[in-house]
């Protein structure tokens, strides 16, 4: 089976989990920071990099960090993995959902009409690894004199014109297993901003200013040293892991015939392909076809936050949001990751062209 997702562990992972443990010292310590200090260098190129539990911590403590609570709003996509916006109702502010292009992405030419004087942040979601339009959407946010809180879960190392994805505002990572590296469960904060970093580490631990002195309120979202060893190691390799991520994108679109390919980045490095989703009618029945010939395939998202029964008891609806509903039906996410062979790919395309053959005159997708 080629599957959709597949953590790379090696010998250095094993090992420098084993040395932690022998270490005795197993809880957020010199390994997180050496974690954090090479994240910042590395992956974000900001001033600061904060490790924590997991990404949707990590979205937490950003929004608390921006002071956003109850009464206020942030604006965010409908089309994301839940966290992002179940976070913003963490707080006790409200999402504003916006619509997406149809790459994904929240749409910025959306985004100034739905501004109200309720207004705290602008999240917008790197989705699949693909930078948003981060250009516009930071204007925006600074002639409003808005936050702006990216959620990058799915994009280390993506850049645009040198400026990595969680440069651009406060940054939000997510570590866990099938993310693009991973420590397992795991999370990281990036930001340029000392003070804002300092309030986030508070907040990471009880809200502590000095040992069993809390001076706000916080939590226990710190990682452990076990978990931040294996980041460390998979910090190196995340290079590496990014340029076979592409090669196999590219080697897809160029390959695939029948279904709609998901768009080029704007710039190369722009793009580091935490998902390769194309576009299909009939996604159930290829799914099934691809699984009969050994092929993984998965839906990220089978349906728009709104349309969560959640949202739904909120008073919010998908129909607001037709072009997400649109992609809620039509994407499919194929195997990218680098662990995918060059053999793996051709069994891909040859399954997906075949499938495509035998339902020739059919439409591909209802918008094209
Ligand atoms: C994975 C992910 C998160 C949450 O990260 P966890 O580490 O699983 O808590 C948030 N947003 C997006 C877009 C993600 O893909």
């Known amino acids: 089976m080629i599957r959709i997702a597949q953590p790379f562990i090696g010998d250095e992972e094993r090992e420098a989990v084993l040395a932690v443990l022998d270490s005795r010292r197993l809880a957020a310590g010199p390994k997180t920071r050496e974690l954090e200090e090479i994240f910042a260098r590395d992956v974000s190129g900001t001033r600061e990099a904060v490790a924590v539990a997991n990404g949707t911590a990590a979205l937490h403590i950003a929004l608390l960090a921006h002071d956003i609570g109850p009464g206020d ?17 963490a707080t006790g502010a409200r999402p504003v959902f916006v619509d997406v292009r149809e790459d994904g992405n929240i749409d910025p030419d ?22 948003c339009d981060v250009d516009a959407i930071n204007s925006i946010a600074q002639k409003h004199g808005r936050a702006l809180i990216e959620d990058a879960a799915q994009a280390h190392g993506a850049t645009l014109g040198g400026r990595a994805a969680g440069s651009f505002g406060t940054g939000c990572f997510s570590l866990y297993a099938t993310k693009n590296i991973m420590t397992g469960e795991g999370g990281v904060l990036t930001t340029n901003d000392s003070a804002l970093a300092g309030r986030m580490r508070r907040i990471r631990s009880h809200g ?20 931040a060893a294996i980041g460390v190691v998979q910090l190196g390799r995340l ?57 993984e395939s998965a839906v990220h998202y089978p349906r728009a ?18 072009v997400a509903c649109q992609l809620a039906r039509e994407v499919l996410s194929l195997p990218v990751h680098p662990g995918v062979s060059g053999s793996d790919l051709d069994q891909i395309v040859e399954a997906v062209n075949a499938w495509a053959e035998s339902r020739r005159g059919e439409p591909l997708a209802a918008h094209e």
């Open 73 to 89: 709003e942030a604006i965010t996509t409908p089309f994301t993995f839940q966290a992002t916006a179940n976070m913003i109702l």
């Open 110 to 131: 959306l985004i100034e009409a739905a501004i109200t004087p309720r207004t705290k942040a602008i999240l917008p979601v790197h989705l699949y690894g693909r930078l």
């Open 208 to 227: 502590e200013s000095e040992r069993y002195s809390s001076s706000e309120l916080g939590f226990n979202y710190r990682l452990t040293d076990i978990a």
């Open 239 to 295: 290079a590496g892991f990014t340029e076979a991520r592409r090669r196999n994108a590219e080697y897809l679109s160029a390959h695939l015939r029948g279904v709609i390919t998901p768009p080029p980045a704007v710039e190369r490095d722009a793009h580091v392909w935490h998902q390769y989703a194309v576009r299909v009618t009939g996604r159930d029945a290829l799914i099934d076809w691809l699984q009969q010939r050994g092929i």
């Open 305 to 322: 936050l709104p349309d969560h029964p959640l949202y739904r008891d909120l008073g919010y609806d998908g129909a607001d949001y037709p």
